[in-house]
């Protein structure tokens, strides 16, 4: 009886805490204003690291080019910069104008101010089709362009030009092509 009682003393705490974190995910995925960027490719980076598809990874700097079959380890690091385009923050609540044109879903930012400039996501029926994402930084030292694509199964691709005042422009491009 004794070893009963105790175990259940352990146990209890973690059941609660499991219990009002599962109900704290639920809330947040339900108060969501927009497109849940972050928790879309966190899931594709999921199955994705379960099905270990064979990758042709072009990777362009300027004239350079580099290309290889490889399969991904870390989806995530892969993704971190469609994950980082997640406009779902409490501050943002009000910052960007949704507009549906037949499949496709348009977030524009409403603030010039604003890094994610625009997300479009076209679905087939329910199933997402593709996803295309502008991010702009721009100040006295340093102004950076990013275009994200990502077509599930097909093509993700990254394109980046970077001008830093002391150091000229970059133009970085990685291009991923499932093989099938």
């Not at 059941?15 to 339900?30: G, M, P, R, Y």
């Not at 099905?51 to 580099?66: G, H």
């Not at 604003?114 to 102004?143: G, P, Q």
């Not at 994200?148 to 002391?166: A, E, G, H, T, W």
């Amino acid at each position: 009886m004794g070893k009963v009682s105790i175990i259940g003393l352990y146990l209890f705490p973690l059941l609660l805490i499991s219990s009002c974190t599962e109900t704290k995910n639920k809330d947040q995925a339900a108060s969501l204003t927009y497109f849940d960027i972050k928790g879309y490719f966190q899931g594709e980076a999921i199955r994705l690291t379960q099905e270990k598809p064979l990758i042709l990874k072009k990777i362009v700097k300027n004239a350079s080019e580099e290309s290889k079959e490889i399969r991904i380890k870390d989806w995530n690091k892969e993704f971190s910069l469609f994950i980082e385009s997640d406009i779902n923050k409490p501050s943002w609540v009000s910052s960007y104008s949704v507009k549906t044109i037949d499949d496709t879903t348009i977030y524009s930012a409403l603030s010039a101010d604003l890094r994610i400039r625009e997300i479009k996501v076209t679905k087939d029926a329910d199933k997402i089709h593709s996803i295309s994402i502008k991010n702009d930084v721009i100040n006295d030292l340093y102004k950076s362009r990013e275009a994200l694509f990502y077509y599930p199964d097909s093509l993700y691709r990254i394109v980046k030009q970077q001008n830093v005042r002391v150091l000229g422009i970059n133009d970085y491009q990685i291009i991923g092509t499932f093989i099938k």
